[in-house]
């Protein structure tokens, strides 16, 4: 003891004049030297020292403290050394990183990524904007505050006691305050309404002030899609498509509008936007593509948590009422025909003596990018335009791990798929979807993924749990959950309907559309007893189609990729096969050179130069002016 003043009670004061001068200051255990001056707190708690170790009766408050000090003996071995250790932290992080606050910090808009980073990494980009704490560093900061507030009650008390005088003063200079308020408070009732005091044309504080407050308490990661993009110095556009069946999609767009080449991205289950840009500039699918002087695409499937639509009071069976037929069928061309009318319009804009007969279809090139159940769906597309005979607007496919094969499938999927099949017409009555339904749950998910970055052990043991549930995937399930649309406010979820038509694909070893269960029901809706049977129809598919499995993954087996390859190979569709060592996420989620030299190089197959949008103006007049001559046959 020094001065009236245990050797743990000035550990703990020394800790709160730390916090209080500077989150960032942690270089040493000694006060500041004056370059940062102390809170009025801080100050306080000084002078409150000061005066009781000069008072008379500090022999009194020093055997007071003792006894405080022994009694709560087993407490202070038990906080001290995880203190101990964060202080150790703080003060190793104060080396590295700079001194002023991290809201001041500006991310350069082109960061470069190490390409020595393990394969393994996963790191969502910009990481100094995430602000959230894991739920572990919560419980640190909730015993710290509760411990000082113990000590600081103790304190007073004891002060109060030694000091009756001073207690007295307060209790009475207490009361009077209180009347004086009162006083006041009758005298606002009778005076005139008062002015607010805001300037005119700001916003009104009190409906920013409460979102800021709450977000910035509870320390979660709410970044978007837009945010990711603009950080890292990238142009956005935010698009809204609105299928035919009443769902608002969100279609996201890294704008390049006089480019003649154009790149959707659609990503799987589970899934959102965010999987293409996650991997920041270096490393993401999106970003390449823009780079290689693509108009980028952004696509989302229906299925957030939000359940955007255009009847607000739709109900949560109706909205999650769905397969992946909605997927092929409504929520793609919704997107694609939103993409035709920008492509077009803005060509029109930039280039007016553009030639509308270009490659005898559009003035431009569209690419799709499909991963895992995006595959299917965009199969599902291109087939069943083809067969009404509309234009599905694609010049390419490169394919991820498609899904659409499951057959060949571990255990954990076998019993998943005859357990839905078994309960399906119950559960689809009380389940309507897969999701957190309530924001405190996904904000707790969202915390605890950064408790999985911090603590190896933990999300070692997180890593190793996924792994078993998916079939031993080596995919990097933790970093996947770290990123920020997995957060208290939207989520992806999957509905019951997917679910269920995944079972059916894997149950019956047949890409088909959903069933509906029976003969009359599938005949209102396909014209015939038996849903379309999408692989007996890939001869539809009259465009180049890229198909890429994962040596690793687990999810959709490299088996079932090939299986894709060889149905397409027997119906004359002009498709290439190639294999990586990746796991499932691997394709979107991991930083992966050479699979994105591949998908570049497949992207630059369908490019036309000058000269060649030349010769095809030329064929395509040629071509015209022969059929109104009433030639049937045209040499090349």
Not at 559 to 587: C, I, P, T
Request: glycine letters at 6%; a neutral charge; charged letters at 25%.
């Amino acid at each position: 003891m020094h001065n009236g003043v245990s050797s743990f009670n000035q550990f703990v004061h020394e800790l709160s004049v730390d916090s209080d001068t500077s989150s960032s200051d942690y270089s040493s255990g000694e006060e500041s030297d004056g370059a940062l001056p102390a809170s009025p707190s801080s100050q306080s708690s000084r002078l409150s020292w000061a005066s009781a170790s000069a008072n008379p009766e500090s022999h009194w408050t020093e055997w007071v403290t003792f006894l405080l000090w022994w009694l709560i003996f087993p407490l202070r071995i038990l906080v001290w050394i995880p203190q101990y250790f964060l202080r150790l932290f703080y003060k190793r992080s104060s080396t590295r990183a700079p001194t002023s606050p991290r809201r001041n910090q500006r991310c350069s808009p082109r960061p470069r990524v190490s390409k020595t980073m393990s394969s393994k990494d996963h790191d969502v980009p910009n990481r100094a904007t995430d602000r959230r704490r894991g739920v572990i560093e919560d419980l640190h900061l909730a015993i710290e505050i509760c411990i000082e507030a113990i000590f600081d009650f103790f304190h007073r008390a004891t002060h109060m006691i030694l000091s009756p005088s001073e207690a007295f003063a307060k209790m009475s200079s207490w009361f009077s305050s209180r009347s004086n308020s009162r006083k006041e408070s009758h005298d606002d009732v009778l005076d005139d309404e008062p002015v607010q005091t805001a300037t005119l044309g700001d916003t009104d504080p009190s409906l920013t002030e409460r979102p800021t407050r709450l977000y910035s308490s509870m320390n979660t990661d709410t970044r978007t899609c837009q945010d990711v993009i603009t950080e890292l110095g990238y142009p956005y556009e935010a698009i809204r498509v609105v299928t035919s069946d009443g769902y608002v999609l969100l279609l996201e767009r890294i704008p390049r509008r006089d480019a003649r080449k154009a790149v959707y991205l659609q990503h799987g289950i589970l899934d959102s936007s965010m999987g293409w840009v996650s991997n920041g500039v270096v490393g993401s699918p999106a970003f390449a593509a823009y780079d290689q002087g693509y108009d980028v695409f952004l696509g989302n499937f229906r299925g957030l948590v939000s359940r955007d639509h255009v009847n607000k009071n739709i109900s949560s069976k109706e909205y999650w009422r769905y397969s992946i037929n909605e997927h092929g069928t409504e929520d793609i061309p919704a997107m694609i025909e939103k993409i035709h009318e920008i492509k077009t319009s803005e060509l029109k804009l930039s280039q007016p003596n553009i030639d509308e007969e270009i490659n005898q279809e559009e003035p431009y090139k569209l690419c799709a990018i499909c991963h895992s159940l995006g595959g299917a769906a965009i199969l599902m597309y291109v087939i069943t335009r083809k067969i009404k005979e509309k234009p599905h607007r694609l010049s390419r496919l490169i394919l991820l791990s498609p899904a659409g094969f499951h057959e060949d499938s571990n255990l954990g999927f076998t019993i998943v798929e005859y357990i839905f099949l078994f309960v399906s017409p119950v559960l689809a009555h009380i389940v309507p979807a897969f999701y957190i339904p309530t924001r405190f749950f996904r904000m707790l998910l969202n915390k605890l993924a950064r408790d999985f970055h911090n603590y190896p052990a933990l999300g070692g043991l997180v890593q190793t749990l996924m792994s078993y549930v998916v079939g031993g995937d080596s995919s990097n399930w933790v970093g996947v959950l770290g990123t920020p649309h997995y957060n208290m406010n939207d989520m992806p979820a999957v509905s019951f309907g997917v679910a269920k038509h995944l079972a059916q694909i894997k149950h019956t070893g047949k890409f088909k559309m959903f069933d509906y269960g029976s003969r009359t029901a599938n005949m209102e809706v396909y014209g015939s007893p038996e849903p379309l049977d999408l692989g007996e129809s890939y001869e539809f598919i009259d465009v180049p189609v890229d198909l890429v499995a994962g040596k690793k993954d687990k999810v959709i087996r490299p088996s079932m990729v090939r299986k894709h390859y060889k149905v397409m190979r027997d119906a004359g569709v002009d498709v290439s096969f190639n294999e990586f060592e990746y796991a499932h996420l691997d394709f979107t989620f991991s930083h992966r050179e050479e699979l994105l030299t591949y998908v570049m190089s497949r992207l630059l197959l369908v490019e036309v130069t000058p000269s060649e949008q030349r010769q095809s103006s030329q064929k395509g007049m040629k071509l015209k002016k022969k059929k109104k001559e009433g030639i049937s046959s045209v040499s090349s």
